[in-house]
């Protein structure tokens, strides 16, 4: 009878190895340009609220003032699956990434990624609100006074040169990893999780509470705030060079 467990085991992890293999080879993991769209008004834009709930979002800054929003799929026909909508009106740009069919496909989140990549004017923005359910976010070179960054089962990455405002990130299994050029004279850090561990690579941090899961720390009378919450992810507050975001 164990003999049999283990044939079958093996059977089926040489099985899945071999398909993941057979779409490593078939270009699954290469992303394509399959929907774009460009707004002109990238200089009245204030803030940006995304929704994506298994599209990964990445956000950089544009080469123009203008704003592009372009989706990137990993096989041609998964294109289908979605609907993208850009709005900006009242000062807010608004991308929603809508899935037709949340049931057709769903074993491809195994192996497929798709991507809303979003190019944004380089200023300082009054908010930057993203919210995912199965996705990865990364922001990279992007300032708002307010950032907030919401996933389920996603990992989190935010690059920059300095702290311009306050980050609130909060996901449930997904390690978070937040990396400025410049390290500020004045913040605050609250980071908290049930089983991740906490790591703060800034010199001068005044710790309040320093446990694996549990830090509470303070730059110079405050200023800006960081606030990181998760469940089982880790996080990571690093000093990096401007060529490594």
Known sequence: MKKWIYGALVLFVIGIS???????????????????????????IRSVK?????????VKPAEQDAVTVDLQVSKGSRSQLYRVEVSADGGQLKVDVKRKDPYKFNIGVLFYRERIEIRIPRKLYESIDIT?????????????????????TGDVRIT??????????????????????SIPVSMQL??????????????????????????????????????????SGGFHLAQTKGEEQ
Do not use: C
């Open 18 to 44: 071999g398909m993941i293999y057979t779409l490593t080879i078939t270009g699954v993991n290469e992303l394509h340009s399959v929907w774009s769209r460009q707004l002109d008004s990238g200089q009245l």
């Open 50 to 58: 995304i929704h994506s709930p298994d599209a990964d979002v990445f």
């Open 132 to 152: 995912t359910k199965l996705a990865d976010v990364k922001l990279n070179g992007i300032d708002g006074k307010r950032t907030d960054v919401r996933t389920e």
């Open 160 to 181: 920059g040169y300095e702290l311009t405002g306050d980050y609130a990130v909060e996901t449930t299994k997904g390690d978070v990893s937040i990396r400025f050029e």
């Open 190 to 231: 609250d980071f908290k999780s049930a089983k991740g561990k906490g790591r703060v690579d800034w010199t001068g941090l005044q710790y309040v509470k320093q446990t694996d899961n549990r830090i509470i720390g303070q730059l110079g009378s405050g200023g800006q705030r960081i606030q990181v919450t998760t469940e």
